[in-house]
Structure formats: C-alpha cells, structure tokens
C-alpha cells in the first residue's frame, strides 16, 4: 500500500506543470549553453593555432576589460527584470513597463561608461596601442541591451534564448572560418563576435515585440530613480564581482604579458564553459523559486531539496574535470600546454564552489536581502586582492588560478553564513 502511494506521488510530481516546464527550461538552457560555449571550441583552437597565444592574449585582454562596462550597464537589472517579468507575466502592461524602463536604463548607463571608455583609450599606452581589438569588443554592448535575456528568463520561455544564442554562435562561428586566416586578422576575432550579438539583439527584441506584444512605455524620472534604487545593491555586489573576477585577468597581464594572459585563458575558456553549463541550474530554478517569495516556508524548502542535488552534481564534476584535465587540453589545443593543464586541474577543484556561491546568491534576491549579497560580494573582494596580488607576483598564472580556487570557497563560506536557515534542521 505504501509502495503504490508512493509511485502515485512520484508520478503526479512529474506529471505536474512546473516540474515540466522546469524540466524544458533546463533543457533548453543546456541547448544555449552549448550554443555559447561548446561551439567556440569549434574555432578556439583554429584562432589559436592562427593568431598564436600572444595575439589570443590581447583578444582576451580586450573582452575583460569591456566587461566592465558590461557589469555597469548590466547594473542589477538581470536580476531584478527576471524578478519583475516572472511576478507579472501576464500583464502585457507591466512587463511592457518593466522592459521599456530597463533597456532606456541600460542605454544612459551605456552613454556614460562610453565617456569612460574612450578616455581611457586614450590615456594608456597598452589600450591605445590595440584600440582596434578595443573598439570593436565594445560595440557589443549594444547588442547585448537589444537581446534582454532576462524577459525571456521571467516569462520561463528558455526556447527563445535557445534558438536566438544557436543562430548566433553559428554566424560567429561560420566567419571565422572565412574570415581569420593570418595572425594579423586577430583583430576581426572580437569584431565578428559583435556583429553576430548585434544581429542577434535585433531579431530577437523584434521577436518579444510580435510574440509578447509588450505596451510601450515612456520612462520618467520617477520610473527610472525608482529602477535604479531597486538595482543598487545587485550593482554594487556586481562591481565587486568584477573587481575579483576581470580584475585578475587584468592584473595577470599587467604584472606579466600578453602570452601569459594567453596561457592562463587557454585552461580558463575551457573550465569557463564548464562552469556555465553548470549556473544554467541557477538560471533555471531562479523564476521557479521566484514565485514563492510570499511564502517563506515553502520557499526554503525548495531551495534546500534543490541545493542538495546540486551540491552532489558539483561534486562529480569537480573529480571528472581534476582526472581529465590534461585531456581536455590536449583534446582542444594539442600537446604542449603542460601549464595550461596545470592551470585546468586547479580550477577544477573550484566546480563545487562557483556554482553555488550563484545559488546562494539568487535565494537571497528571492528572499529580498540584496544587502546581504552587497556584504558578501564587498567582503569577498577585499580577501580576493589580500590573496591575488602576491600570488600572481610569485607565482604567475598559476598563481592566479590558486586564487581563484580560495576566493570561491570563501565565497560559500560566507554566503553559507547568511543562509543559516537552509542549513537549520527540519522539524517534523
């Protein structure tokens, strides 16, 4: 009798609408994160082998530094428009108020980091001399405003991003191939990568346009104070992200050169992709776990029967990438990058660690704590320069990923600490 209750259970719980949709969303989203992330692998080592490490180098030097400027005009609006889009999906004069709001938001913080931008072209030597690989990572803020991953991610339709990110990856990666044939051609490297976010951005704002049939909004200031307030923390805790994330690429290229950020990205692109596919677990549960911020109770409970697969999936992945490391890039690159493989096993031991330290993050959204993500992410920052600095000093990219693996786990730590209730025994 109670075997046959069970089997009842199971069955209605996968029978049961969110778990379908969560389970199409999450295969949807593995479809975008190969479209992301497998597919460059198509052509990372055809650029590689065709521009060297060196020139690669200043390829991966460019898009760090942009992504700077991608945090401020992303401000927390990611987050918040997910949140926003997913409360009130079927009011079409909400969502339309909540989309316009954001990308008008986007477009003055985007005017403004332009008069930062080219300042600092300007000012220092090392960007001036490459303005070209510069300028041309840069126009792909446009796109990336134009393709508001995020409305698509609070109406729970990952289909969309799905089909907009595979057409992308496959414009990308069809001109390079054409295209890049000499090392003096790695400056069309970040400019084809724009140009195919930028078509993207236009069919798919076209798309939400037809499909959702949003209603336009004017911004007013009141409307846009009130965004900005509402992002401010998100903000701040993504500028620290930034600080302890692109700023040690930075630094790595600063204290060393060029070939040395080369060499550290060959194992970084690698374990990045890993690590994407990964927080598509994130992106998936988010507007799930949204809809119950009323209800404490059953929002915890949610979050921890999630958190518990999702630990024990870290976990077999983070061994699988230690054991494998030389494979993957061997595999991917060719022998001879015995640092890069260096590099790859010690980041692999940060797989549990990354991931989780977005999960925690999203919970604590959901539960309205933005100040306690500030507090974590600022904390986490200063300990990220006490570890970094002497480490990339003395031992170079190794060093960099020996940080990496510290930094992440302090993160946990401290997000941990600040979730105390997930971790608080169940009564019964």
Known sequence: MVKMAMKSRIKRYFLNSDYKRLMSNLSYMAFIQIANYI??????????????????????????????????????????????ISIHRDDKDKIGKVLFNIIIAQFILLFLSSIVFFTALFLFPKLYDNMDVFLF????????????????????????IAFFNIFSRLIYTISIFLIIKTPEDYIYVALLDSLSVIVIGVVSFYYIIKRFNPIFHFSSYEDLK??????????????????????????????????????????????????QILRMYNQVI???????????????????????????????????????????????????????????????????????????????IISSREKDVAKITFQTMLLNFIYVVPLIYFYGAIGLAISVVLISFTQVYLNSKYSRELFARERK
Not at 304 to 330: A, G, P, V, Y
Request: proline share 3%; charged share 15%.
């Open 137 to 160: 990572t840069y126009v792909a803020l446009f796109g990336y405003i134009i393709f508001p991953i995020w409305f698509f991610q609070g109406m729970e339709e990952m289909k969309y």
């Open 226 to 275: 009130a965004l900005y307030l509402s992002g401010w923390y998100l903000f701040i805790s993504n500028i620290a992200v930034s600080l302890y994330s692109y700023s040690n690429l930075l630094l790595l290229g600063i204290i060393g050169d060029y070939e040395l950020v080369g060499v550290y990205a060959l194992a970084d692109k690698i374990f990045r992709a890993i690590i």
């Open 286 to 364: 988010y507007p799930h776990l949204a809809k119950y911020q009323s209800d404490k109770a059953v929002l915890i409970d949610k979050t921890r029967k999630f958190l518990k697969i999702f630990i024990l999936f870290l976990l077999f992945c983070s061994i699988s990438l230690f054991l494998l490391s030389d494979f993957f890039i061997n595999l991917v690159y060719g022998s001879g990058n015995d640092t890069s493989s260096l590099i790859l096993s010690l980041l692999s031991l940060s797989i549990v660690s990354l991931p989780l330290g977005g999960f925690f993050t999203q919970y604590l």
């Open 39 to 84: 597919l460059p692998f198509i052509t990372l080592p055809y650029v590689v082998r065709t521009i060297g490490v060196d020139k690669f180098g200043i390829v991966i030097f460019a898009y760090t530094f942009v992504a700077y400027f991608r945090i401020v005009i992303d401000y927390g609006f990611k987050m918040i428009g997910a949140k926003y």
